[in-house]
């Protein structure tokens, strides 16, 4: 069962995934050696300051391409031009960066993986994707991400009761409420056709999510679904609210649309 919900889940996972890696991105940390001459640690700081400001990626890119050429067994080269590359949109030339990244570093970083299965996600690789999450889960039990990840590649590859088991697991690990793993659960109930239960996770992240197409036709599908079963006109007038407020209705199920668009 395919669902466009990815889009917008995946979104929030890839928006998150380099910034939620801080200290690596500051350069603070390596999993691989760097060459030892002193013109290689400089270029690879340039290399970093370029994009934590975001700028001269491409000049950023070069440098570690050149650092590549010196040491091919230098694991974060790899993976930072693979970062320059996805920044700049060329996600082919990062997915292959990320992959020699992931693979120089005997599975010692998480951000490789997680960066190298979101990717994959991203341009339809989902069997790959699923594959680095399930590593990240056994290498790095105690974070969330990976579990969260397998649940987010649910709402494509479909097995949503497999989604729900991991994205409880991935709630168990963060230290606080996480929004975004709360708004994915209330999708993975929906297509789970637990609407009672879903309801509850998507007035969580209302405040947060209330804007949003793939919120709104997802809590209307959930309301529309118990308001007919118990008969309730209020819930019913609901559910047509947040539906009416979806812009773009292209984007929901063929499914959802049905409901709404026989009453």
Same mark, same amino acid.
């Given at each position: 069962?395919?669902?466009?919900?990815? &889009?917008?889940?995946?979104?929030?996972?890839?928006?998150?995934?380099?910034?939620?890696?801080?200290?690596?991105?500051?350069?603070?940390?390596?999993?691989?050696?760097?060459?030892?001459?002193?013109?290689?640690?400089?270029?690879?700081?340039?290399?970093?300051?370029? %994009?934590?400001?975001?700028?001269?990626?491409?000049?950023?890119?070069?440098?570690?391409? !050149?650092?590549?050429?010196?040491?091919?067994?230098?694991? #974060?080269?790899?993976?930072?031009?693979?970062?320059?590359?996805?920044?700049?949109?060329?996600?082919?030339?990062?997915?292959?960066?990320?992959?020699?990244?992931?693979?120089?570093?005997?599975?010692?970083? &998480?951000?490789?993986?997680?960066?190298?299965?979101?990717?994959?996600?991203?341009?339809?690789?989902?069997?790959?994707?699923?594959?680095?999450?399930?590593?990240?889960?056994?290498?790095?039990?105690?974070?969330?991400?990976?579990?969260?990840?397998?649940?987010?590649?649910?709402?494509?590859?479909?097995?949503?009761?497999?989604?729900? &088991?991991?994205?409880?697991?991935?709630?168990?690990?963060?230290?606080?409420?996480?929004?975004?793993?709360?708004?994915?659960?209330? %999708?993975?109930?929906?297509?789970?056709?637990?609407?009672?239960?879903?309801?509850?996770?998507?007035?969580?992240?209302?405040? !947060?999510?209330?804007?949003?197409?793939?919120?709104?036709?997802?809590?209307?599908?959930?309301?529309?679904?118990?308001?007919?079963?118990?008969?309730?006109?209020?819930?019913?007038?609901?559910?047509?609210?947040?539906? #009416?407020?979806?812009?773009?209705?292209?984007?929901?199920?063929?499914?959802?649309?049905?409901?709404?668009?026989?009453?």
């Amino acid at each position: 069962m395919k669902t466009k919900i990815l &889009i917008l889940t995946l979104t929030l996972f890839v928006n998150t995934v380099s910034f939620s890696q801080n200290d690596y991105f500051k350069g603070k940390r390596l999993y691989c050696d760097m060459p030892k001459d002193s013109e290689s640690k400089k270029r690879f700081k340039l290399g970093i300051e370029c %994009i934590q400001r975001n700028l001269y990626i491409g000049a950023a890119n070069k440098i570690f391409q !050149e650092l590549i050429a010196k040491d091919s067994t230098f694991c #974060d080269a790899y993976f930072f031009a693979g970062y320059t590359f996805k920044i700049s949109n060329m996600p082919e030339d990062a997915l292959f960066m990320y992959y020699m990244a992931d693979s120089l570093s005997n599975n010692k970083s &998480i951000e490789f993986k997680q960066n190298l299965a979101a990717l994959s996600l991203q341009i339809g690789n989902d069997t790959f994707a699923r594959k680095k999450f399930k590593e990240m889960t056994t290498y790095f039990p105690g974070s969330p991400e990976g579990f969260y990840g397998i649940a987010l590649s649910s709402t494509t590859i479909g097995d949503v009761d497999y989604g729900l &088991i991991n994205i409880n697991l991935a709630e168990a690990r963060y230290p606080t409420e996480n929004k975004d793993a709360q708004f994915l659960k209330a %999708i993975l109930l929906n297509l789970n056709g637990k609407y009672q239960e879903s309801i509850v996770y998507f007035e969580k992240v209302q405040s !947060e999510f209330s804007k949003d197409d793939h919120f709104n036709g997802s809590y209307a599908l959930s309301l529309y679904e118990v308001a007919t079963i118990n008969n309730d006109e209020k819930m019913l007038k609901k559910a047509r609210k947040h539906y #009416d407020k979806v812009i773009n209705k292209s984007n929901l199920t063929d499914y959802i649309k049905a409901k709404f668009e026989k009453t």
